[in-house]
């Protein structure tokens, strides 16, 4: 069974620019969650996808951030523009159920110069 | 606010040199507790999730136990190969899904 996906795993841009991030969650599981983590701090939650719906948008940190999930399968993150505080790992994870374990990928690190 | 502290930051252990991490809670009614294993580069790999208080799960050198503040990571023996961090996470029963996470414990094991 292939794991949770994620693209790029490595994207650097500059204070302005715009940048997409993709995952791609384990086949069948209809939760889909962002989180990020920032330079010495935890991993922090962004948002919930149920299939193709935002359960829960909650962790988002302003407007600048737009997460997609069409048709419910793999979800993008966009970030637009980027500011320098946006540097970080993002990760994305999937379950199979809200309460159930969550499987993460391996993370894209994005750098704001 | 749901809130998760790890201690200690950061452990070092002689191989065979048994110890246990601490994750302390706070949540608004705890659906459950994750623990996770994390190597540099990587993501969270999940290990054990605990729902109620009294429950204990195993897994090869790793022993997980639930109170209702707190849980542990028992580890018996350790190897090198168990070097990594340690992450804590819980979900509050009021929200499934989002998962609010300690700091970790950076474990190492010198053979």
């Known amino acids: 069974e292939a794991g949770v996906t994620q693209f790029p795993s490595h994207s650097v841009i500059e204070k302005g620019q715009t940048v997409t991030l993709r995952c791609d969650p384990i086949s069948g599981h209809d939760n889909l969650y962002w989180y990020r983590r920032v330079m010495g701090k935890e991993i922090k939650f962004l948002l919930h996808?149920?299939?193709?719906?935002?359960?829960?948008e909650s962790g988002m940190p302003n407007n600048r951030f737009l997460a997609e999930r069409t048709g419910g399968t793999y979800s993008t993150l966009k970030v637009q523009p980027a500011e320098l505080e946006d540097s970080g790992v993002y990760f994305c994870a999937s379950s199979q159920g809200g309460a159930q374990p969550q499987h993460f990928g391996d993370g894209t690190r994005l750098s704001i110069l | 606010e749901d809130q998760v502290t790890q201690s200690p930051e950061a452990l070092r252990l002689q191989e065979g040199e048994s110890s246990s991490l601490n994750c302390s809670y706070t949540?608004?009614?705890?659906?459950?507790l994750f623990w996770y294993r994390q190597d540099p580069g990587k993501g969270p790999e999940f290990l054990f999730t605990?729902?109620?208080a009294g429950e204990e799960k195993e897994k090869e050198r790793l022993k997980a136990t639930l109170t209702k503040k707190e849980s542990f990571l028992h580890i018996t023996a350790p190897k090198p190969e168990d070097s990594a961090t340690y992450l804590c996470a819980v979900q509050a029963a009021t929200n499934a899904g989002k998962s609010t996470f300690g700091d970790g414990t950076t474990l190492t094991v010198k053979p």
């Open positions: 996808f149920v299939k193709e719906s935002k359960q829960d």
């Open positions: 949540v608004s009614g705890l659906r459950g």
């Open positions: 605990l729902y109620s």
